[in-house]
């Protein structure tokens, strides 16, 4: 199977035929999704008549960073389609945006023969969708579908820099990922770069010049939808609920972390501070929400003790980490690498204070002693004793999740990455000469909006 085509809750799957042929045979039929005629094709058939954006991410869980954002360009003039590789969100995303989405299996490791095969299909599907946009994110689908639009000349491309795996890689791999990065950033005529000091480190590492590098606003992908984490009764209830099913005593005091359960995330030397503060707090629990990777195994000291110690609480990968957060004390981000922490945004919103490693990405979203505690990378003296400041002092812990909701508020609100990535998206559009000044272009193209 080549790819595999949704739009909301319904799914068509080509199955020996090619991603042309299906998508060839769908244009000729009528096709009604979300209550409404769409054809999959090219846009001179399209009946939306509206420019198409393709956005392109390797993992299903990116998907979920673009929570709103795919509906907003929608409703504001853009035919908008999303290729990622199948998972459990994918649905559930394509459903709530109501936007289409091609699933295309893309490896996140390096994988040459496997990666070959994702870059012939991207190739064809970009062929046959011909976008007007491209936004490409994540390093795999950075290089594969940023290469795929370079040479089927999409007129405007973009490459949402989200991090860098390489700033926690050695030796060759490093040397390699370092290559393919300067190319992912070569196929693009824009780099998105999630916050000013990832922009100033890719910089830095020659990955791309200045001139076609940009951060909108304050930094992140998406913003963060602060009425989501808001303490409310009914998250009140939620937490206390939670509390008494993963068995932690209500007055028990929580670290929580939210995240890949891997080495550059900094779980290690989490759990080395989780288990020196267990002398001064007994009661402490330690929360962790997400998943542990293969390529990233954590040593066997700590997933002993991940799956051994009472009072680490493991909660896996969850739906709606809302309720999560209201029932932590702080949410420790020890990570040796970002491009920009969500999650240090959404414990803001939940009123919580974060302790957090300096490092990229991080240092743009935590202003060290006004929102929460920064300390050096892997420094587990330094961790510690920040976390002993905030389990000590519950009125600076509560002034800094104070002014983490008032810093969302003001710099991090998800309608402003909108109306920004909108923009880019028209500005793009009008300087490759295709938008005449009425917004209509040789082919009958239109900029509509929904609002």
């Not at 005091?253 to 939210?258: A, E, N, R, S, Y």
Request: charged share 25%; net charge positive; hydrophobic share 40%.
């Amino acid at each position: 199977m080549l790819a595999r085509v949704r739009r909301g809750n319904q799914r068509r799957a080509p199955k020996k035929k090619s991603v042309r042929r299906h998508l060839a045979r769908e244009r000729n039929t009528n096709l009604r999704w979300n209550g409404k005629k769409m054809c999959v094709g090219p846009p001179t058939v399209d009946i939306s008549r509206r420019p198409r954006v393709v956005h392109v991410v390797t993992s299903d869980l990116a998907v979920k960073l673009m929570r709103g954002q795919l509906q907003y360009l929608a409703h504001n003039g853009f035919d908008v389609t999303v290729i990622c590789s199948p998972g459990k969100w994918v649905e559930a995303v394509g459903r709530r945006e109501g936007v289409q989405f091609i699933e295309l299996p893309m490896a996140r490791e390096i994988a040459p023969l496997r990666d070959l095969m994702s870059l012939w299909r991207l190739c064809r599907i970009i062929r046959t969708l011909r976008p007007a946009v491209t936004n490409v994110g994540t390093p795999k689908a950075g290089l594969l579908a940023g290469f795929a639009a370079w040479v089927n000349r999409v007129p405007c491309r973009i490459y949402t820099l989200r991090g860098l795996r390489f700033e926690t890689m050695n030796g060759l791999k490093r040397r390699l990922l370092v290559y393919t990065e300067r190319l992912a950033c070569h196929f693009a005529d824009r780099v998105i770069c999630v916050s000013p000091s990832l922009r100033e480190k890719a910089i830095a590492f020659g990955l791309t010049g200045r001139d076609r590098t940009v951060v909108f606003g304050s930094g992140s992908s998406n913003g963060v939808d602060a009425s989501r984490f808001a303490s409310t009764p009914e998250r009140v209830r939620q937490a206390a609920e939670l509390r008494r099913k993963l068995g932690i005593p209500p007055q028990a005091p929580v670290l929580g972390f939210v995240g890949r359960l891997t080495r550059d995330k900094g779980i290690s030397e989490l759990v080395e501070s989780f288990l020196r503060l267990g002398h001064e707090f007994p009661d402490l629990r330690l929360l962790l929400l997400g998943l542990a990777e293969e390529e990233d195994l954590l040593d066997l000291k700590t997933r002993t003790c991940l799956k051994t110690h009472p009072r680490v609480v493991l909660a896996g990968e969850v739906a709606d980490t809302a309720p999560y957060y209201a029932l932590m004390d702080v949410l420790v981000l020890p990570s040796h690498r970002e491009g920009f922490p969500n999650v240090v945004l959404e414990a803001y919103a939940a009123g919580k204070p974060v302790v957090a490693a300096r490092a990229t990405g991080i240092v743009d979203a935590v202003v060290n002693g006004e929102t929460g505690l920064l300390f050096p990378i892997g420094d587990v003296a330094a961790l510690t004793s920040a976390l002993q400041r905030l389990l000590r002092d519950k009125a600076s812990a509560h002034k800094f999740g104070c002014a983490g909701q008032e810093l969302i508020k003001r710099e991090f609100r998800q309608e402003m990455i909108w109306e920004a990535l909108n923009e880019e998206y028209r500005r793009m559009h009008l300087n490759e000469g295709s938008v005449t000044a009425d917004g209509v272009d040789d082919g009958g193209v239109r900029f509509e909006s929904g609002n």
